[in-house]
């Protein structure tokens, strides 16, 4: 059980076009999702926490213009990339914690790569 | 502001040596510490958490220790095999922080045949 799938595992996308990835808990409500970016041989980085039905809350620096999140239902969050430029490329990983769950529990998914040419 | 530190940034080691990572963090106030293995364009796979209150976990030939006065955790790899080789991360969960974990920048262990 507990199990984080993330949609598409790997998107290459023209600078200026909006990409969106999914993330989704399989057999489990999240009331709460949060989104990692992870440059090549770094550390992940949170960039925003996801709740269910309400706004998401972006870290210093992360610009919520450009990194949009809707956490439309207890399963599901998603995070749009807008008009992505090549700095954008990165790795994107999802976890969800569960709506039953300790705090502390939380579930990865298997990363989305961006690429943006 | 919690950071978390890993040493050494990489590692090579020869197969069947036992050896140990380190990961410090510099504010004790925590509800655990985490380590994750991260293969190459792959996702976190979680190894072993360790609770405040707790000192050490084991699983398999993986070890992980949690000194959390003095800001440190060690994770112990017994007799490595090349299949080991990944980057090892250690996370900690602060407390009253919404459940936001903080990484460090990892270890890239390379285990050599």
């Known amino acids: 059980g507990a199990v984080v799938s993330q949609h598409p595992s790997r998107v290459i996308c023209k600078s200026g076009t909006s990409v969106k990835i999914e993330c989704r808990s399989l057999?489990?409500?999240?009331?709460?999702m949060f989104w990692y970016r992870q440059f090549p041989k770094k550390s992940l980085m949170l960039m925003a926490t996801s709740n269910e039905g309400s706004k998401a809350t972006y870290e210093q620096g992360v610009e919520k213009d450009k990194f949009l999140i809707n956490h439309a239902s207890l399963t599901l969050s998603t995070l749009t990339v807008t008009s992505a430029h090549p700095e954008d490329s990165s790795f994107y990983i999802c976890?969800?914690?569960?709506?039953?769950?300790?705090?502390?529990?939380?579930?990865f998914g298997p990363g989305t790569r961006l690429l943006v040419l | 502001k919690q950071e978390v530190t890993q040493i050494p940034a990489a590692l090579s080691v020869p197969e069947g040596e036992n050896l140990v990572l380190n990961c410090s963090f510099t504010?004790?106030?925590?509800?655990?510490l985490q380590w994750f293995r991260q293969d190459p364009g792959k996702g976190l796979t979680s190894l072993l958490l360790i609770q405040s209150s707790q000192r050490e976990q084991t699983s398999g030939r993986l070890n992980a220790s949690l000194d959390k006065s003095s800001g440190r955790s060690t994770l112990y790899i017994a007799a490595s095999q090349p299949g080991d080789s990944a980057t090892y991360l250690c996370?900690?969960?602060?407390?009253?922080?919404?459940?936001?974990?903080?990484f460090g920048q990892g270890t890239e262990l390379s285990v050599k045949p």
């Open positions: 996370a900690v969960l602060p407390s009253n922080q919404g459940g936001k974990l903080i």
């Open positions: 976890s969800a914690r569960p709506r039953d769950g300790y705090q502390e529990t939380q579930y």
């Open positions: 504010d004790s106030a925590i509800y655990n």
């Open positions: 057999d489990f409500q999240a009331t709460t």
